[in-house]
């Protein structure tokens, strides 16, 4: 009985040793929820979207001096994503700033819309448009002055990324690169409808001759007086080797406005051809101006310069003219003739 009562014993203490080990290895064992916490936290370590520049080879900017609210501007960049995940669409803003640091307060050159770039990849960017007036300079700056253009990447946050302060990037840096927004004048050409010449076939050395178009000022300053040249040229290239027909003197320009200028005169005694009329507008580059290389304009519409042919007879003077003429002299000769009789 003794023996049996032990037994009985060493299989209860054996029962309970083991309850206590399960029980041990279920406590010790990690819960549901820890297990979902250490899988959130691997997740959220590896970014998943990351939009940056991709650095200043694959960004430009041109041209380098601009007259707000009349030059043509363009700008581009590329924009990568870094993270794993498709970005979604985004917009990026150009910006131009006089102390270098790129912010929404600095003025607005503009704005473009980029579709989603996948995880790893980069999309090319650009924008052309009339450069702004500028709205915002640091204190004490000149609107008169070199900027640095840079860009704000997803700039209304559209889209939720890992790294927000890496979303602004520069096109140039302060230097030679820099782009000077002048406050000049701009003389040009108003257009092909203002201007004309009253010929389309002159006698070289014999013809009287005009011609005529509007200079206007579309830049910032009023323009110093110059002088306007009138060529006659073989190529649609106008320079000072052309074939000079005379000059008109332009008053100072206020900026907005424009006038008239014309040459008439004798045409000139040159080779005969067909040229076009053109102009040069500062002949003698009197005026600083924010543009230089809009100086020049044509008439579309080509002149001929041709000597008359005459078949015989009296060299300048059409073989009729001169029948009628010795017709005249003839009947005034028998008329006195017989007078005298």
């Known amino acids: 009985m003794n023996k049996n009562k032990k037994r009985k014993n060493l299989t209860k203490i054996f029962f309970i040793i083991l309850a206590f080990s399960l029980l041990g290895i279920v406590f010790s064992s990690p819960s549901k929820e820890y297990i979902k916490n250490e899988e959130f936290e691997i997740q959220i370590s590896s970014p998943g979207i990351d939009l940056l520049d991709r650095g200043s080879a694959f960004s430009g900017i041109s041209p380098l001096e601009v ?34 640091n790129i912010s929404p307060s600095d003025t607005e050159i ?18 052309t448009g009339i450069f702004p007036e500028i709205t915002f300079v640091t204190f004490g700056q000149p609107i008169d002055y070199s900027f640095i253009i840079g860009f704000i990447v997803d700039v209304d946050d559209d889209v939720v990324e890992d790294n927000e302060p890496n979303n602004w990037g520069f096109l140039n840096y302060v230097g030679s690169d820099s782009v000077y927004v ?36 579309r830049g910032l300053k009023e323009a110093e007086g110059c002088n306007v040249s ?9 320079t000072t080797s052309d074939y000079y027909l005379g000059y008109d003197a332009l008053l100072p320009l206020s900026n907005g406005t424009f006038v008239d200028v014309s040459w008439a005169g004798t045409f000139p005694n040159i080779t005969e051809g067909v040229y076009y009329i053109g102009w040069i507008i500062d ?48 009947v005034v000769y028998i008329l006195n003739k017989r007078k005298k009789k």
């Open 67 to 100: 007259i707000p609210t009349v030059s043509n501007f363009t700008v581009w960049a590329d924009i990568w994503n870094s993270g794993s995940d498709p970005s979604g669409d985004f917009n990026v803003s150009f910006r131009a700033s006089d102390n270098g």
């Open 110 to 127: 503009g704005k473009v819309t980029v579709s989603s770039i996948n995880a790893g990849d980069n999309a090319t960017i650009s924008y």
């Open 182 to 217: 002048a406050n000049k004048s701009d003389l040009r050409d108003r257009g092909p409808s203002y201007s004309g010449m009253s010929e389309t076939t002159v006698a070289p050395g014999a013809t009287a001759f005009s011609v005529f178009t509007d200079i206007e000022n």
């Open 230 to 238: 009138f060529y006659a040229s073989l190529d649609t290239n106008i």
């Open 283 to 330: 002949v003698n580059d009197d005026v600083d101006e924010g543009h230089e290389g809009n100086n020049q304009a044509y008439i579309l519409t080509q002149l001929i310069v041709k000597t008359p042919t005459v078949s015989g007879g009296i060299p300048g003077y059409e073989p009729l003219l001169i029948i009628s003429m010795l017709s005249i002299v003839s």
